[in-house]
């Protein structure tokens, strides 16, 4: 048994080593989700796609994310994870500072426009911030399936926001953080409650741990899911 917050490792570490569950680093090389053909919906990278999200934006690859925005626009997108209870794939897309959240029920055809986003109020904004609702550049993504609860490496601000999954509106805020003490700093630290550029996360159901590469520490933490986080 362990501590909230302990760390299990400390050293070099490189976070493509610790990659979360099967969902995470499904894009290709021009930053599109590709969702390969077949009913058990595994989204894999390199595998020819039946179907892509993200082509919906500025196809002259514009620099700046308000050309990139929208329901069906993505930009860099670095993670993602399917929840299978509410039927829901969640993507970061890490360039325009959001999460996009698309729904399962009724498949995903070319260009399907996102249900709703998180880390901005609406779909045609993509501004960083640090806030309840704001995010800088989320990587990774991981879910507890019994509690519905969304866990997002906000990278650019040092933290991982823990949202509600029930809650399923544009712009909703989370209700916690790990490694800040509160939903305004955003600056890197060392210490039980702190984390430096958080770079991947992965939730161990059975073990109900959520564990942390906490990249810019060279360590990673673990924290019990049912210890009030």
């Excluded at 994870?81 to 498949?107: C, K, P, W």
């Excluded at 901005?120 to 399936?145: E, H, I, W, Y």
């Excluded at 958080?198 to 019990?224: E, M």
């Amino acid at each position: 048994a362990f501590a909230t917050g302990t760390e299990l490792w400390s050293g070099s570490f490189t976070a493509s080593r610790f990659q979360h569950w099967i969902f995470s680093r499904a894009t290709d090389d021009a930053g599109n989700v590709e969702i390969p053909a077949g009913g058990q919906r595994l989204f894999v990278a390199g595998v020819p796609a039946a179907d892509t999200l993200g082509r919906g934006r500025d196809a002259g690859g514009a620099s700046n994310c308000v050309n990139m925005v929208g329901a069906t626009g993505l930009w860099n997108p670095e993670g993602l994870i399917a929840e299978f209870v509410s039927q829901r794939l969640y993507v970061a897309d890490t360039n325009n500072n959001r999460v996009v959240v698309h729904s399962l029920g009724a498949g995903l055809p070319t260009d399907a426009p996102a249900e709703f986003v998180l880390g901005q109020p609406s779909f045609d904004s993509c501004d960083p911030g640090v806030s309840a609702t704001k995010m800088n550049r989320p990587t990774r993504l991981a879910v507890d399936p019994w509690s519905l609860r969304l866990f997002v490496s906000d990278t650019g601000n040092n933290r991982v926001l823990i949202f509600d999954l029930d809650a399923g509106a544009s712009g909703q805020a989370a209700i916690n953080v790990l490694g800040q003490p509160d939903f305004t700093t955003s600056s890197g630290g060392v210490g039980q409650q702190r984390l430096s550029v958080p770079a991947g996360l992965v939730v161990d159901i059975p073990a109900r741990t959520l564990y942390i590469v906490d990249y810019g520490n060279n360590r990673l933490l673990a924290h019990h899911l049912d210890a009030g986080i």
